[in-house]
């Protein structure tokens, strides 16, 4: 989903490149469930209702089902509140549908995953006893790993994965996430993000795979949870990279350079589709019928359902939250089905009741949001299995997930110096090192800062008692027989990179590793340097020489880069 605001709470070889990434997972086998269809029911008028019968064909349940419900209970469904708001009450005298989990809110500090489990499950036992039964679907960012919950496996953010040209790598990471989603008791995810980044002056660019098309991904098939590709759709070409932006293009370029990642996600069958916060020539595409209804729905054929960002319909207008009848209208009929409204649930059910009596919104709208919801909670399964499998909880963090981490990251790393040409190589450095080596750096034994954003919180935390994970510093003690080595710098290189680099690199010959845009886990760094293993990498973008060259993308005229895209140094790893 989107960035909640601050204290609240997102052809080719190459196109098969990163295939499905942390989060890129769709189901199609669900797990073994803990509950019997009857006990999934509401009051006991519905029992024996066609919609309740699994037996059924599917369209015959989501008509069923459809033609009982009131608008109160249509536009519950259409409802998506933050958890912390999601109380007994709530859920039922709203008729809740959706449940997300907001920018910080987690049963209890450090929970484990029966913890999730408890308070996931203790939303749907209140919404399975509406009265007419229908689960309620829990959302989650799980954009690079089940990052918000501790101790579950953390893997590199999409523009490392872009950088390791793995697609299989790439498969077995969705199928980890999913499982340690599914082991929370968490059928949907708000991932992956399909942005194509286009301008590195771009906050989000590291959950972007890279600035070409071709090495996004498609979504791969897994058997456990509903992905919701995003942002719909040119979140990753506005003006000079700001955020929220305008993306200027003609419509020739925005279905060359940004739609081809939604192209092969609506193929390969993706639940849900998040609408962007940017504008496209001036519109904002919480309001653009033309490319949600008209576009993706209707000349795509996109069968799910169409979801808004985090308080994306009160964007529509400025300031936010100007006119919210006028932003519901404009929201709805451009085409979204799901509406995230962390708060104000009661004014958006008022809203649209009175847009739908008065005839501003027809019916119709109404009836094709929630066919669509249903039909994916259907497909889901939730009807005949809505509570957690609590065999599952084992497999958060799991020793193979982590080892799987540790293949990306050392996959992930992109060499784009070794030493000056005529010079012996500095890398792989020898374990055995004479006079000891040196780690300088305020990053080198910080796991927050190397975990980056959407970890335990939406923009990330410093420290080292966030989650599970080993810093680079200690994965290069546990390598070599000395002391430690590496200059660990953010990308932009802040205060005091510039200075330490300059102080121990001015007497010594150095190796800096810039921590840019993805998570590293130590050992899988360290794995490198020491010669383990060879680099890999190459670049998913372009490094360019100054600012003033952006955006400066591969195949544009006036491409002059420092390392193109696609470069990156190999070593061989070392004899041992």
């Not at 996931?120 to 959302?139: E, H, K, N, Y």
């Not at 007497?507 to 490198?528: F, K, N, W």
Request: glycine residues 12%; aromatic residues 8%; contains cysteine.
């Amino acid at each position: 989903m989107g960035i909640p605001p601050a204290g609240g709470g997102t052809g080719s070889s190459c196109g098969r490149v990163v295939a499905a990434a942390a989060s890129l997972v769709l189901l199609i086998q669900l797990i073994s469930g803990c509950v019997s269809p009857a006990a999934a029911g509401g009051g006991g008028e519905q029992q024996g209702a066609k919609y309740k019968d699994p037996k059924q064909p599917l369209h015959a349940r989501v008509d069923d089902l459809l033609r009982r419900m009131t608008l109160a209970e249509k536009i519950g469904q259409m409802s998506q509140i933050d958890q912390e708001n999601a109380t007994a009450d709530v859920i039922s005298n709203y008729f809740i549908g959706s449940v997300l989990r907001g920018g910080g809110s987690v049963p209890a500090a450090d929970a484990p995953p029966e913890a999730w489990v408890e308070m996931v499950d203790a939303i749907q036992r209140t919404a399975l006893s509406t009265r007419l039964g229908i689960p309620a679907m829990f959302g989650i960012d799980a954009v690079h790993g089940h990052g918000y919950v501790y101790k579950a496996t953390v893997f590199p953010h999409n523009v490392g994965l872009g950088c390791t040209r793995d697609p299989e790598l790439a498969k077995k990471i969705g199928a980890a996430v999913a499982l340690e989603v599914r082991a929370t008791g968490i059928p949907f995810i708000f991932a992956p993000c399909l942005a194509v980044c286009r301008d590195p002056r771009w906050g989000r660019c590291y959950e972007s795979f890279s600035e070409e098309p071709k090495l996004n991904p498609f979504i791969a098939g897994q058997r456990n949870v509903a992905a919701c590709a995003k942002h719909y759709v040119g979140d990753g070409g506005t003006t000079r990279g700001i955020n929220e932006n305008n993306t200027v293009a003609t419509f020739h370029q925005l279905l060359g350079i940004h739609m081809p990642p939604y192209y092969s996600a609506v193929i390969q069958g993706v639940s849900t589709i998040m609408v962007s916060y940017s504008s496209w020539n001036g519109v904002k595409m919480h309001a653009n019928r033309f490319l949600v209804t008209d576009f993706l729905k209707n000349k795509l054929r996109f069968r799910g359902f169409v979801v808004s960002d985090w308080l994306g319909l009160d964007r529509i207008t400025s300031p936010e939250h100007a006119d919210y009848p006028l932003s519901v209208k404009l929201g709805i009929l451009a085409g979204i089905d799901m509406v995230m409204i962390p708060y104000q649930y009661k004014e958006f059910r008022d809203d649209l009741t009175t847009l739908v009596q008065n005839g501003s919104i027809p019916m119709s709208r109404i009836d094709d949001a929630v066919r669509r919801i249903l039909r994916v909670k259907f497909t889901l399964g939730l009807f005949e299995n809505p509570y957690a499998d609590t065999n599952l909880a084992v497999e958060l963090g799991n020793q193979e997930h982590r080892d799987l981490a540790r293949e990306a990251v050392r996959k992930s790393l992109v060499l784009l110096k070794n030493g000056k040409p005529g010079d012996t190589p500095l890398l792989p450095l020898p374990k055995k090192a004479h006079g000891g080596i040196l780690v300088a750096g305020s990053h080198a034994d910080d796991l927050g800062s190397q975990c980056g954003g959407w970890t335990i919180k939406w923009q990330g935390l410093t420290g080292n008692n966030l989650t599970a994970g080993t810093t680079i510093l200690d994965g290069i003690k546990r390598a070599v027989v000395a002391e430690t080595a590496g200059d660990n710098l953010n990308l932009t290189i802040p205060a005091p990179g510039p200075a330490v680099i300059r102080n121990v690199c001015g007497g010594i010959r150095c190796v800096v590793v810039l921590v840019s845009g993805r998570p590293l886990v130590g050992q899988g760094v360290a794995d490198v340097l020491l010669g383990d293993y060879g680099f890999t990498g190459k670049l998913s973008r372009t490094w360019f020489r100054s600012v003033e060259q952006l955006p400066m993308n591969v195949g544009d005229a006036h491409y002059d880069p420092l390392f193109p895209f696609g470069f990156g140094l190999e070593t061989r790893p070392l004899k041992t």
